[in-house]
């Protein structure tokens, strides 16, 4: 059966600013050094997916960045461009009905554009037994990240203890979903062994995850089934720019994933980090003995645990600890780390201010 | 008798990094966001000192660029170019000698070209006093600053109790000058009333202080007398260049303040700061009801007792603290406001790396 890659490019990144901007959103930010998010995303794949397999769903208004940025490993009807943010569930479908239509059935992986994966031979390890798990029939797999702190950030997946399928593949049955914890409870969690974290990675026949939606998201279900006949006509473009903004916004998460029986989790332990914010710099950076994370030129003096992300300018500090400075080509952010996640406020201040210029 | 202003423009300002730079040194900068300190020292001598009989006396690398910044204020040969640096007493015995060799004798005030006086109409009061003081007779004249704080970083003057002179200028006789104490005895001068803060300006005629130097650094005298035969003849240029580098390196206060006689000092009340590092933009302007100094544009969440200086950024802040940001044309810099002093060891180290382009 062939194998489809989705990667899911639909994020806006503010957490990001300044690097990530409306015209440029984190996907397309060379954070390691190496290439941009997304490009990293489709060659993580490789001996998987091949990249002629792999698709990009994104906003229309990034479809040509993308185009332009994936620099020749996509082809050009391979980026599928949404009219609308609708969540994930419409995305999800969207390529599934693609792939069914266009391509006929086949093994489809769904992957965010802008995480980070250290270990990627690992990570392809898992992939191919997840891509094995799921040719196996109707299950919905995915992709759980061994715990190694007791982070609130992250939804969980729960494992059923007795729930190993086959030695030949290591996945489990999935117990439940949960939501993001407090830090009691994923204290609770990272213990007892048995919950995982949600990387938002899922592999499936685009068949079964179209079945799904039938039977949990009907509604959503009637809309891709008006899309997908319009596909291969001349009225697809017409037929998506009319139908795919009214998809009801839910999350393949609280729309299928959670409901659905017969889900199954392979255990990921491959340096995954989803880069939430500009403190995730450190995880994409081998800190210096001082904890500093440099990129671009710097001078420093006592200075203790910081990042430095410069993109033209020299950036000295004096004296300082836990902190993250940006500089790019209009900006400089100065952000005690323990703030990073409140990058978006100021984000969101620039929008109320009118200060368009600076999103 | 007339009067001449005597401007001392011959420092590097290397702890107002990355604002002050080789080519531009800390006289030049516009800290307060009126005008150049440069030309805020020549201004508000006005009424006291016409702007016709002020000098400025400066490194030779940059009398051209005193002319041109200080926009028609100086006659082109009112800018003394001293071909090296030999600290005051040079740069005053060669501003003394010029005055009496070509403008027969007068009085002549000199000044820092790089402090701020928050009150110039007081400061020309007190300016006004210290002029007829020195017009007197034989007295060198000072102008000590009201302490009010335990200054560990000023050198002090000591009035004798009983020296006040006349009802009409309140000019004490000095008892000593001292060197920058330690906390303990800053505090206790601050106590005692008797002391005031040094700020280096000084008033007195010009024949009055080469008699000084005749009696007091003698083989300065010999220097200066060479240079004033050459003064107005063709070999002026040629002496000065040969004689001046050669001219022992002393400061006035040491070489003359501190060992002669018939010393008298002013009060001044001004809101003087001699702004000698980053963290005296809070005293150039008002803080904000957070503290927050902002020159330039800047956006900040939950931030406190900064310093925000961006010449062409937007700078954003979230959740620091004393902190000194300053953004220029090529540089960033973010430190702590109890570190500002360490800047110059910034610049050392770019010296040493060889960075010369961020000097």
């Given at each position: 059966m062939e194998r489809y890659g989705i990667i899911m490019a639909?994020?806006?990144?503010?957490?990001?600013w300044p690097l990530s901007r409306k015209s440029l959103p984190?996907?397309?930010?060379?954070l390691t050094g190496k290439d941009s998010m997304v490009n990293e995303t489709i060659d993580r794949l490789a001996t998987v997916i091949e990249k002629d397999h792999v698709f990009v769903v994104t906003n229309a208004a990034h479809a040509d960045l993308t185009f332009r940025m994936t620099n020749g490993r996509?082809?050009?009807?391979?980026i599928l461009a949404e009219p609308a943010a609708r969540n994930t569930a419409a995305c999800i479908g969207y390529a599934a009905m693609e792939i069914v239509k266009k391509y006929g059935d086949g093994i489809m992986g769904i992957f965010a554009s802008d995480h980070y994966i250290k270990d990627e031979s690992g990570f392809r390890e898992v992939l191919e037994r997840a891509v094995r798990t799921a040719e196996e029939g109707d299950k919905l797999v995915t992709i759980g990240i061994k715990p190694y702190f007791p982070s609130t950030g992250y939804g969980y997946i729960k494992r059923?203890?007795?729930?190993?399928?086959t030695e030949g593949t290591g996945a489990a049955e999935v117990e439940e979903f949960v939501e993001k914890p407090d830090l009691e409870t994923a204290k609770r969690y990272l213990e007892s062994g048995d919950y995982l974290w949600n990387s938002g990675m899922f592999i499936w026949k685009a068949s079964v995850i179209l079945k799904q939606f039938e039977k949990l998201l009907p509604d959503i279900y009637d809309c891709l089934l008006t899309i997908g006949e319009s596909?291969?006509?001349?009225r697809e473009r017409e037929a998506i720019d009319e139908i795919y903004p009214k998809i009801p916004k839910i999350s393949i998460d609280y729309g299928i994933m959670e409901r659905a029986e017969n889900v199954f989790v392979l255990e990921g332990d491959?340096?995954?980090?989803?880069?939430?914010?500009?403190?995730a710099m450190e995880t994409l950076h081998e800190p210096d003995e001082n904890g500093n994370v440099v990129c671009g030129e710097n001078i420093s003096l006592d200075v203790k645990d910081c990042v430095s992300y410069g993109e033209s300018k020299l950036i000295a500090m004096i004296g300082v600890e836990n902190l993250i400075v940006v500089e790019t080509n209009d900006t400089v952010l100065v952000c005690d780390k323990s703030r990073a996640q409140d990058v978006k406020k100021i984000v969101e201040r620039l929008e109320t201010e009118g200060k368009d210029k600076y999103l």
């Open positions: 639909g994020g806006s990144g503010t957490r990001f984190k996907q397309f930010l060379n996509l082809k050009r009807d391979h059923k203890s007795s729930g190993l399928l596909m291969g006509t001349e491959f340096g995954w980090n989803d880069v939430g914010s500009l403190d």
